[in-house]
């Protein structure tokens, strides 16, 4: 299949992004105020022209999986109920707010279905369509399903309080973000010439599955130009990770160097922008997790990267054009290019 648009000569589509790194949220933290730093982010992203806000993985809360929770109500205090998640206290201000301002977001939070299922999610808010437009539930779950038998280990319980997503890793369009981009209505479907000219095409990773080569590849073969992706990587863990003779200074300096790895080299290898939002800080004053929220090319270079551990907006104008090269000659176009549903 041949294109007819050579990569040099693809449209600018430009577009305003931002990750918003969230610092340390504590057990004890008040739900309300940590909602209200996330809003605090959102306006500051909405001020650089940012039409597109990644927040954390499990942004609402402290990341809970690190402890073993017996009292069933404490659970339950951690998680969004129902299926709309825009409707919750919890989150509805976040929302609202977005849609005010006119700025999309993903945000990251734990979700039990009404039937009583539990996944650790992230959902896509359109503010031009008011709406979810998708939902995505993390697939690789990292650590145990039993708490670890030396007491003064650090816990990574995911498998114990989340089933594994089966959705599978669905891009999708995201409508009213760049200026002129063709519709399907104007016929995008199986037209070369509309290749690289539609609504950006997104998808959405959480933590773990950063690290994991065919969720990005999966992505990449629908034509995926941005991935976004929200994270809690705890940079002190020697249980999980089994390095029971490291320093905690070399703990950290390894997971920040595995972090960026994946992330800009499967970027660079799906010739995809990709952002990444951080959860980080010291958690209950004794939890370090690592910061590192940025924004990167399809050359696989960081565009713009957090300066702190702390509450961050890290803001980048990305062109969707630079996705073309990488996708149409470099690649292989025969197998680059899935047209997926809006
Ligand atoms: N929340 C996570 O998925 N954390 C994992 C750690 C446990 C390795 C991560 O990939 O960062």
Not at 154 to 182: S, T
């Amino acid at each position: 299949m041949g294109s007819a648009v050579d990569a040099k000569d693809a449209p600018s589509r430009l577009l305003k992004v931002a990750a918003a790194q969230v610092g340390a949220v504590h057990r004890w933290s008040d739900r309300a105020d940590t909602l209200n730093r996330l809003i605090r982010l959102l306006e500051e992203a909405a001020q650089t022209g940012a039409l597109l806000v990644l927040f954390p993985e499990l942004a609402l809360t402290t990341f809970f999986p690190r402890y073993f929770i017996a009292d069933e109500n404490e659970l339950a205090s951690f998680f969004e109920h129902g299926e709309d998640v825009t409707g919750s206290k919890n989150t509805k201000k976040l929302f609202q707010r977005a849609h005010e301002l006119g700025v999309d977001i993903c945000v990251g939070y734990a979700e039990r279905t009404t039937d009583g299922h539990s996944y650790n999610t992230c959902v896509y808010y359109s503010a031009r369509l008011q709406r979810v437009i998708t939902k995505y539930r993390k697939s690789h779950l990292p650590g145990t399903q039993e708490p670890c038998k030396d007491p003064g280990a650090i816990n990574q319980l995911e498998k114990r309080y989340f089933e594994e997503g089966q959705e599978g890793f669905r891009a999708f369009r995201v409508p009213g973000l760049v200026d002129g981009a063709l519709k399907k209505s104007l016929s995008i479907d199986g037209d070369a010439s509309s290749e690289g000219r539609g609504d950006p095409i997104v998808g959405m990773l959480i933590c773990n599955d950063r690290r994991w080569s065919e969720a990005w590849r999966v992505y990449g073969l629908q034509g995926t130009e941005l991935i976004l992706c929200g994270y809690n990587t705890t940079a002190w863990a020697p249980h999980l990770h089994g390095k029971h003779n490291q320093s905690k200074e070399q703990s950290k300096a390894d997971a920040y160097f595995h972090h960026k790895l994946v992330m800009q080299s499967n970027s660079y290898t799906n010739s995809c922008f990709s952002i990444c939002a951080a959860r980080c800080g010291l958690d209950d004053d004794e939890f370090p997790l690592i910061g590192g929220s940025c924004i990167i090319g399809p050359d696989g270079r960081i565009i713009a990267e957090a300066q702190t551990e702390d509450d961050e907006v890290v803001f980048a104008e990305i062109d969707l054009a630079a996705c073309r090269p990488g996708k149409q000659t470099v690649g292989d176009p025969s197998l680059m290019w899935r047209d997926p549903e809006c």
